[in-house]
């Protein structure tokens, strides 16, 4: 483990030092970022402007929600977009033969080479807006508190299917597209899960697990966490982790090496 944690700081003190040499990104990341909260913000405010309510959810109860997504989107945008994507440049190009070479686990290094610290500004803008809500809330420490474990289990869930989505570039090598439909799919955790009808909250619930990902830790941190969803979400999270390093490893058994 000690190893472990020794490579990630190389890794990413790397990474933050090659990006630091474009810093005009991270102002331009900042306006992008702003200017996507403020949308989705326009947008829920769109529901409730006439009094209108999701059943169960206040104006600042799903605030909440949109700053947990929103938190997901920068963790989506730091941590798995610069690391999973490369899977595909890896395969095309044929460098994964070094990385499966390397004295470390293969999706070790593929899930955590670099970072990008253009997606801390959607990090930040997700704290702001949760404890915003909270406050007008009245949310307490313990209530923060309470959301860390259902929503660490959200980020295991996201980590899994964007990795297992990159596994597929073993066979089809272009799966750009792919992963731009998770993402679409993904953008309706931005809202409570009640606010779509029951066939779609079917959907987003046991084949895209998009309740889990921002609905479940909301209710956890508002102290309306149902047991059966928190156990839900930790064997979720579990089972699918453990999916995608299988599948990884079912998927090399198809790759053919640069030198092969």
Not at 75 to 95: C, D, K, M, W, Y
Not at 230 to 235: C, D, M, Y
Request: glycine share 8%; charged share 10%.
């Amino acid at each position: 483990m000690q190893r472990y944690l020794k490579v990630i700081r190389l890794f990413w003190s790397a990474a933050i030092s090659a990006e630091m040499e474009y810093r005009l990104n991270f102002i331009i990341a900042t306006l992008s970022s702003l200017g996507n909260l403020a949308g989705s913000i326009f947008g829920l405010f769109l529901f409730y402007r006439t009094g209108y309510t999701f059943p169960g959810w206040s104006w600042d109860a799903a605030l909440i929600v949109l700053g947990i997504f929103t938190l997901l989107q920068g963790f989506s945008a730091t941590f798995l977009a610069p690391n999973l994507n490369r899977i595909v440049r890896h395969v095309q190009e044929g460098t994964l033969d070094f990385v499966l070479l390397k004295p470390i686990r293969s999706q070790f290094w593929l899930s955590t080479h670099t970072l990008s610290p253009w997606g801390l500004p959607d990090l930040i803008f997700g704290c702001i807006i949760i404890a915003y809500a909270g406050k007008r809330l009245g949310l307490a420490i313990d209530d923060y508190l309470l959301s860390i474990f259902p929503l660490g289990c959200g980020l295991v869930i996201l980590y899994s299917l964007w990795f297992m989505l990159g596994s597929t570039s073993i066979w089809f090598v272009k799966i750009y597209n792919v992963t731009e439909v998770l993402r679409g799919l993904l953008e309706a955790g931005r809202y409570p899960i009640v606010a779509y009808p029951a066939a779609y909250r079917v959907f987003f619930t046991f084949v895209v697990p998009v309740a889990f990902l921002t609905t479940v830790p909301a209710q956890a941190m508002l102290g309306e966490g149902q047991l059966t969803w928190l156990i839900g979400a930790v064997f979720l999270a579990v089972v699918l982790f453990f999916v995608s390093t299988w599948f990884w490893r079912f998927a090399l058994r198809f790759y053919t090496s640069a030198s092969s």
